[in-house]
C-alpha cells in the first residue's frame, strides 16, 4: 500500500473538493488559486463547469445560479459581522491586588479571536514559572488568571500573539484594580 498525500485548504481545512460546503468558499478559491494552481485549474476549470452543469435546463441552472449567490452573500456577510466583532474588541489586562505585595493578572477578551485560553493558560504557566488557569468572569465570559505581577511580559506576549494572527489593530490594555479597602472598627474608649 502507498501513503496517499492529501491537499488540505488553508482558510477552512477542508480538501479543496469540499471547500464549498465550508463558510469561506470564494476566500477558499482565492486561496486555492495562488496555492496550488494545478488543483485550481481542475476543480475550476470553464470546460470541466460547463460539462457538469451542460445536463441541467437553463431555469435549474439560473435557480442554482441564484442559490448559490445568496449563499455565498450570507456567508460574506457573516465572515464581515466577525471580522467587525473582532475589530471593535479588546484585550483587558488587570492587576488585581490580593494582598500586601501579592498580585494576580486577570486576562479578559481572548475568547473572541479562536485562541484556546487553556493552552494559553499553560504556555503562561511555563513561560513566566508561575499557576495559571481558565476561570469564569462576574459576567459569565473565560478569563485566564496567572499568579504573580507579570502584566507587563503578559501584555508583550499578548499582542505578539495578536500579531502573528494578523490583528494589529486590536488594544490591549492594562488595568490596575485595588480592592476596597475594610473600614476599621475601633473600640471606643469611654471617656473618663
Given at each position: 500500500?502507498?501513503?496517499?498525500?492529501?491537499f488540505?485548504?488553508?482558510?477552512?481545512?477542508?480538501?479543496?473538493e469540499?471547500?464549498?460546503?465550508?463558510g469561506?468558499?470564494?476566500?477558499?478559491?482565492?486561496?486555492?488559486?495562488?496555492?496550488n494552481?494545478?488543483?485550481?485549474n481542475?476543480?475550476?476549470?470553464?470546460?470541466?463547469?460547463?460539462?457538469?452543469?451542460?445536463?441541467?435546463?437553463?431555469?435549474?441552472?439560473?435557480e442554482?445560479?441564484?442559490?448559490?449567490q445568496?449563499?455565498?452573500?450570507?456567508e460574506?456577510?457573516?465572515a464581515?459581522?466577525?471580522?467587525?466583532?473582532?475589530?471593535?474588541?479588546?484585550?483587558?489586562?488587570?492587576?488585581?491586588?490580593?494582598?500586601?505585595?501579592?498580585?494576580?493578572?486577570a486576562?479578559?477578551?481572548?475568547?473572541?479571536?479562536?485562541?484556546?485560553?487553556?493552552?494559553?493558560?499553560?504556555?503562561?504557566?511555563?513561560?513566566?514559572?508561575?499557576?495559571?488557569?481558565?476561570t469564569?468572569?462576574?459576567?459569565?465570559?473565560?478569563?485566564?488568571?496567572?499568579q504573580?505581577?507579570?502584566?507587563?511580559?503578559?501584555?508583550?506576549y499578548?499582542?505578539?500573539?495578536?500579531?502573528?494572527?494578523?490583528?494589529?489593530?486590536?488594544?490591549?490594555?492594562?488595568?490596575?484594580?485595588?480592592?476596597?479597602?475594610?473600614?476599621q472598627?475601633?473600640?471606643?474608649v469611654p471617656?473618663q
Amino acid at each position: 500500500m502507498t501513503a496517499v498525500s492529501v491537499f488540505y485548504c488553508g482558510i477552512c481545512s477542508f480538501p479543496p473538493e469540499y471547500c464549498e460546503f465550508g463558510g469561506s468558499a470564494k476566500r477558499c478559491k482565492e486561496w486555492l488559486e495562488k496555492n496550488n494552481p494545478d488543483l485550481y485549474n481542475d476543480l475550476y476549470c470553464v470546460d470541466r463547469l460547463e460539462a457538469a452543469t451542460s445536463t441541467l435546463s437553463l431555469e435549474k441552472q439560473e435557480e442554482l445560479d441564484r442559490k448559490l449567490q445568496k449563499q455565498q452573500a450570507k456567508e460574506e456577510a457573516k465572515a464581515e459581522r466577525l471580522l467587525q466583532k473582532k475589530l471593535s474588541s479588546k484585550v483587558t489586562i488587570k492587576r488585581i491586588e490580593r494582598s500586601k505585595r501579592k498580585h494576580v493578572i486577570a486576562i479578559q477578551g481572548l475568547e473572541v479571536f479562536e485562541i484556546d485560553l487553556k493552552k494559553l493558560s499553560k504556555t503562561f504557566a511555563s513561560r513566566f514559572a508561575t499557576g495559571a488557569s481558565v476561570t469564569k468572569s462576574v459576567e459569565g465570559k473565560d478569563e485566564i488568571i496567572i499568579q504573580g505581577d507579570v502584566g507587563d511580559e503578559v501584555e508583550e506576549y499578548v499582542t505578539e500573539l495578536l500579531e502573528e494572527k494578523g490583528l494589529n489593530e486590536i488594544k490591549v490594555e492594562q488595568v490596575e484594580e485595588k480592592p476596597k479597602k475594610k473600614k476599621q472598627q475601633g473600640v471606643a474608649v469611654p471617656p473618663q
